[in-house]
Every structure is written in structure tokens, then in C-alpha cells.
């Protein structure tokens, strides 16, 4: 089974963590995506630019709409993705629980449909 | 729901054929027959499905025949082989074919009824993953109540008070979020037990209260949920027989339950537990009870909530008169409380525990600070209390006026009847106050 982590934080929550606590993070990413890798879990993933940086497209009558931003404004944005592979939900939340900004944000645990 | 007997189909006498009692049987055995046919068939629906089918069955063969050596075997197996003729039926059902070679295997080796053992983590497996925290509270409730308990759609949303149709929707989500996400059918492993473990509990404790708290309407549904929380929780204590705090979580329930038919007197109004008729209360359950809160506060472990909570019932259970109470020990065990729950209603029974074992006046203290420190929130309960404590006090007018907030908070008609009775009553006094009786403490 597959399935997609996406990972959500909010700046005010990461802006409250310590100098060292924001300094260990991207190491911490490191070596989840080594660990989980080496043992076969790890398919795909990557960091995303910031929400201020989206464009979100919508095609309506044959038109194409383009707007500034994400498609919906929440305080907790979409920073990134893990897409891994485990035998099934319980795996994956153990997985998911190993992110790092699971401590401050928060992992989506999404199947992905099979092909 | 009818009540639960230990023996499904009464033994044949002579000539007679048995009478069989399928509603019994189904209560009692269905819960188990699901909990494996899951493991074998990996879809709750398909389970269902073949279930009914075995028991249809069993209503078929088992009056000519005479009951089978090993009844739920004989379900399993039978409902086992209805599942296989639906697979060959659909085998175009790419998806089913791994379950369906699977079940071929199964019956080329000439399989035998399932084990004990097979059947005891099978019910272990089911109530774990109904009661999967991936799955919304209300969805483990249901799912729980529906699978494990046997009960109809139909009896849970009546017990609920939500519509078949509301409750039929639940049903049929919680069931494809653990197909489509793969929530896993087994018992968590041993560091994840507690955590999990807190929210089976936590299920059991939330039918139990579904049926307590309420006491207005419709008494026998209600009392139907408390037996089946109850019913649940001796299942679990059964399948978990090492685990403390499930021992004390029954006998919490039970404790509670003892005192059913003291709680509510005969226009369906709450009689206070100092109130109580306590020749009514139910001692052999209470005795059960005990024997349960004291095994499990015998464990090497510190108690947990379940256990503290089942203690303080378990020293009013042991009071044959109200003012036998042992409030200090009730005060005591609701600071321990305090100390591992962060709940309002906590803080709150200690403020009344401390108010009977040192006087209104010290319960009323810790209540003012509570309130200062903004820990109670918006809870009916706290001016009720406030207002109890105020009428002990006889300090006639604040209390009436707390009853008069109290009265606005409050929605259920029973409380609300008898919030009304004891403003009257504050009035009345309020209106003619005795000589030499005043704004002084009333120490008892």
C-alpha cells in the first residue's frame, strides 16, 4: 500500500521553536529520508516553496482561470511530501510520527490509489 | 435487546425438539463468528454478508438436526463456505481473487473449525480496529456497537437519537475508510498498546455514559446501552485478563449501574446520590464491583483513571447510609485524580468531595479559585454546585441566584425540574429568614 505524507506546519508555530530546535530540523530531515529509504519505505518526496510562491489554475467553459495563491487559505500550509510504502495504516502512522515537523505541524496520511 | 444468557439453545429433552433461539444466539455468538470471519475474509461487508447466511442456516438445519458439537465452529465454517460460493460468483472481481484462492486453499486442506485461541485474538483484532483512533470517535462507537455487540443499525441510532439514515451513512464510512486506508486488522503491538488501549476503553466508557447520563425518555433504550457497555467491558476484561485498568474500568461500570433503580425515582426525576434509597441498590453487582476495584488496585502498577474513579464509587458503594460517607478518603482519591486528568468535572467533584469531608465553606473556597483561575469553562454543573454549597452555607439569596444560572445552562428537563425545586426552596427561605441564622458557616 501506498501512501502520501503531506506535511503541514504553520510559521507561528515553527517561529516559537528554539534557535537549536530550528537548526536540528533540516539534519533530522536528513536522516529520515536516508533511514526510511534504506529500509524500502521511502518512494519519492520533495520540499515545496512557500504558498506565496503558488499559482492555482482552474478551467472552466474551455477558459483557463489562473489565480494568485493556494487554493485555500488556511494557517497551517502545505511544505512538503513523503510518497512511501508500508503493509498498511499503522506502518505509515509510525512513519509519519518520525517526521520532524510532525512535533509542530502536522502529517496528512494519504493512500494512494493503486494503479 | 433482550437479556444475555449463558446457554444459547436449551438442551433437548426426550422428544422435543430444541427450541432455538436464534435472537439469543446471534447476540451472544455473532460478535465472535464476525471478529474471525474478518481475519479470513478481509472485508467487514463480505463478513456480514456470509454471517447472515450461516445463521439462516443454522435456523434451517440445527431444530432436525440437533446443535452442532461446536456452534460458533460450525458458524464460521458454514459462513466460511457461503462466502466462497459469493466469490466464485463474482470472480471477475479482480480484487477478491487473492481472498478467494485464499478460502480454496483453506477448504482443499479440509480446514477445521477455528481454535480457541484463532477465535479469542480474532475478538481481540475486531474491537481493535473498530476502535482504530483513524476512525472518528462516533464511528468507533458504531462500529463497536455493530459488530462486536451484534446490535441492528436501527437500535443504535435509536439509542443515539440520530436517524437509521445518519447512523447507516456512519456505518458504511467507517467501514470504507478501513478498506481504502488500510487500517489493519490485529491487536497494536505491545508499545502502542497503552495508547490504544485507552481508546477501546474509551468507547466503552462513552456507551456506558450514553446511557447514564440521560435519565429523561426512553429509560429501557437506555438502560439496554449500560448493560451492553457493561457487557463489552466484562469481553474485554475476558480477552485482557493482565490489563488493571480494564478490571477497574468494569467495575466502575458496574458500580455505577448498582444504583439504576435508586437514581431516578418514579416521575423520572434524578434522585441525588445522598437521596438514595440504598436498600435499592443492586449489592450483588456492587460486590462484584469491588472485588474488582480491589484486584485491580492490588496490580503492580499505579492506578490509572479508571481505577481512581471505580475507587470513589467503590467507598459510596460501601456507605449503608449517606452520612457514613467517608468524604476524606473521597476527597483524597479525587486530589490523586487531579494529579493524572486534566478534566473540569474532576477539579470540580473535588471541590464537592473537600465541601462534605471539612464543610461548605472550604468547598466553596477551592470552587472560587477554580473559578479565578478559569478552569471550569462553560460547564452547567459548576453553578449548580456553587449553588449547593451556597444553600449549605444558607446563604439564601447567592444561592438562589446560582440556581437561577444553573437553570439557564441546563437542557435536560429532569435536572432542570429539580434545580427549579431547590430555587423555590432557596426563595422560601430567602423570604423568611430564622432568628440567629444568617451569612454564618454551616459546618456539619
Redesign the interface.
Known amino acids: 500500500m501506498q501512501y502520501m505524507l503531506l506535511i503541514y506546519q504553520s510559521d507561528a508555530e515553527f517561529a516559537k521553536l528554539s534557535d537549536a530546535e530550528k537548526a536540528a530540523i533540516s539534519p533530522e530531515y536528513g536522516k529520515f529520508a536516508r533511514t526510511t529509504s534504506q529500509s524500502g519505505h521511502l518512494k519519492g518526496g520533495n520540499e515545496l516553496k512557500g504558498p506565496s510562491s503558488a499559482t492555482t489554475l482552474r478551467v472552466r467553459n474551455d477558459e483557463s482561470v489562473v489565480t494568485d495563491g493556494p487554493f485555500a487559505e488556511t494557517k497551517e500550509q502545505l511544505v512538503g511530501y513523503f510518497v512511501i510504502e508500508t503493509k498498511d495504516l499503522d506502518e505509515a502512522l509510525s512513519i509519519a510520527a518520525r517526521i520532524p515537523s510532525a512535533r509542530f505541524g502536522a502529517i496528512e496520511v494519504r493512500p494512494i490509489v493503486p494503479r | 435487546m433482550g437479556a444475555v444468557s449463558g446457554d444459547i439453545l436449551p438442551m433437548s429433552h426426550g422428544a422435543e425438539p430444541p427450541a432455538l433461539n436464534l435472537e439469543g444466539l446471534y447476540r451472544d455468538e455473532s460478535g465472535r463468528v464476525l471478529a474471525t470471519l474478518i481475519r479470513l475474509l478481509g472485508d467487514f461487508d463480505l463478513a456480514e454478508e456470509a454471517m447472515q447466511e450461516a445463521f439462516l442456516a443454522a435456523l434451517r438445519h440445527w431444530p432436525h438436526e440437533g446443535l452442532p458439537e461446536r456452534p460458533t465452529g460450525w458458524l464460521i465454517t458454514t459462513a466460511r463456505r457461503k462466502a466462497l460460493d459469493q466469490l466464485r460468483r463474482r470472480t471477475w472481481l479482480a480484487a477478491r481473487r487473492h481472498t478467494l484462492e485464499h478460502l480454496e486453499a483453506l477448504e482443499r486442506r479440509g480446514m477445521s473449525d477455528e481454535t480457541d485461541e484463532d477465535m479469542h485474538d480474532d475478538a481481540l483484532r475486531l474491537i481493535f480496529t473498530c476502535c482504530?483512533p483513524?476512525l472518528a470517535t462516533e464511528a468507533q462507537v458504531a462500529l463497536t456497537l455493530r459488530t462486536v455487540c451484534g446490535l441492528s443499525t436501527e437500535e443504535i441510532s435509536h439509542a443515539f437519537l440520530v436517524p437509521v439514515a445518519t447512523l447507516a451513512q456512519r456505518l458504511v464510512r467507517a467501514k470504507q475508510k478501513i478498506r481504502?486506508?488500510?487500517?489493519?486488522y490485529?491487536v497494536?503491538p505491545r508499545e502502542?498498546l497503552p495508547d490504544r488501549l485507552k481508546a477501546v476503553m474509551l468507547v466503552i466508557y462513552l456507551v456506558f455514559n450514553e446511557g447514564y447520563a440521560a435519565s429523561s425518555g426512553e429509560a429501557r433504550v437506555r438502560q439496554a446501552l449500560c448493560a451492553e457497555a457493561i457487557r463489552l467491558g466484562r469481553h474485554l476484561a475476558k480477552l485482557m485478563p493482565h490489563e488493571p485498568e480494564v478490571r477497574a474500568l468494569l467495575a466502575l461500570m458496574l458500580l455505577h449501574d448498582s444504583r439504576r433503580d435508586a437514581r431516578v425515582d418514579l416521575q423520572g426525576d434524578i434522585v441525588l446520590l445522598d437521596d438514595q434509597d440504598r436498600t435499592r441498590w443492586d449489592h450483588r453487582q456492587i460486590q462484584e464491583g469491588l472485588a474488582l476495584v480491589e484486584s485491580a488496585l492490588r496490580a503492580r502498577v499505579p492506578p490509572g483513571s479508571y481505577a481512581l474513579q471505580a475507587a470513589i464509587a467503590a467507598v459510596h458503594a460501601q456507605a449503608a447510609r449517606t452520612s457514613d460517607t467517608d468524604w476524606h478518603q473521597i476527597a483524597d482519591l479525587y486530589e490523586r485524580l487531579m494529579r493524572i486528568t486534566d478534566s473540569p468535572v474532576v477539579k470540580l467533584n473535588h471541590a464537592v468531595a473537600v465541601g462534605m469531608a471539612d464543610g461548605p465553606a472550604r468547598g466553596l473556597e477551592l470552587l472560587n479559585a477554580l473559578e479565578a483561575r478559569d478552569e471550569l469553562g462553560y460547564y452547567h454543573l459548576f453553578p449548580a454546585t456553587r449553588a449547593d454549597l451556597l444553600y449549605r452555607l444558607e446563604r439564601w439569596d447567592d444561592a438562589a441566584d446560582a440556581y437561577r444560572q444553573a437553570l439557564a445552562l441546563t437542557t435536560n428537563e429532569a435536572e432542570q425540574r429539580f434545580l427549579r425545586r431547590r430555587l423555590l426552596e432557596a426563595e422560601a427561605r430567602a423570604a423568611t429568614p430564622a432568628p440567629g441564622e444568617g451569612d454564618r458557616d454551616a459546618c456539619d
Open positions: 482504530h483513524a481504502e486506508a488500510a487500517i489493519p490485529c497494536p502502542q
